[in-house]
C-alpha cells in the first residue's frame, strides 16, 4: 500500500505557473516510478508526465511538453511537476499514481492514486 498525496494546486492566470507535489508519507517514494494523469470535467482521464524512479528517464504528453517539466527529490520522498505557461486546456483535477514504466509507457495508471489537487486557470 502506497499512500500519495498532492499539494499545490491552486487559482491561476493563462500563462501563469504552478508547482504540483506528489509525496509518500510512510514510504520510499525513490523506488517506485511516478505519474501524474489529470481529469477536467466532462473529459476522460489523461496521463500528463511520469518519471522513472531513478530519475533516468521521463515522459510528457504532446500537450504539456515544453511547457511541464517533472522531478523528484529523493531526500524529500517527492515527486514534482512545474507548470509553465498554464492555459485553460490545463485546468484539472491532477493525481499523481505510482505504477509501473510499462503501464506508464502505454498511459495506463498504476493502482496507487492521491486524493488529487485542482488546478483552475482562468483570467
Known amino acids: 500500500q502506497v499512500q500519495l498525496v498532492e499539494s499545490g494546486g491552486g487559482l491561476v492566470k493563462p500563462g501563469g505557473s504552478l508547482r504540483l507535489s506528489c509525496a509518500a508519507p510512510?514510504?520510499?517514494?525513490?523506488?517506485?516510478?511516478v505519474g501524474w494523469f489529470r481529469q477536467a470535467p466532462g473529459k476522460e482521464r489523461e496521463a500528463v508526465s511520469c518519471i522513472r524512479s531513478g530519475g533516468e528517464s521521463t515522459y510528457f504528453a504532446d500537450s504539456v511538453k515544453g511547457r511541464f517539466t517533472i522531478s523528484r527529490d529523493n531526500a524529500r520522498n517527492t515527486v514534482y511537476l512545474q507548470m509553465h505557461n498554464l492555459n485553460v486546456e490545463d485546468t484539472a483535477v491532477y493525481y499523481c499514481?505510482?505504477?509501473?514504466?510499462?503501464?506508464?509507457?502505454?498511459?495506463?495508471?498504476?493502482?496507487?492514486w492521491g486524493q488529487g489537487t485542482q488546478v483552475i486557470v482562468s483570467s
Open positions: 499514481n505510482q505504477g509501473s514504466w510499462a503501464d506508464y509507457r502505454r498511459d495506463r495508471p498504476g493502482k496507487y
Open positions: 510512510g514510504s520510499t517514494l525513490d523506488y517506485y516510478n
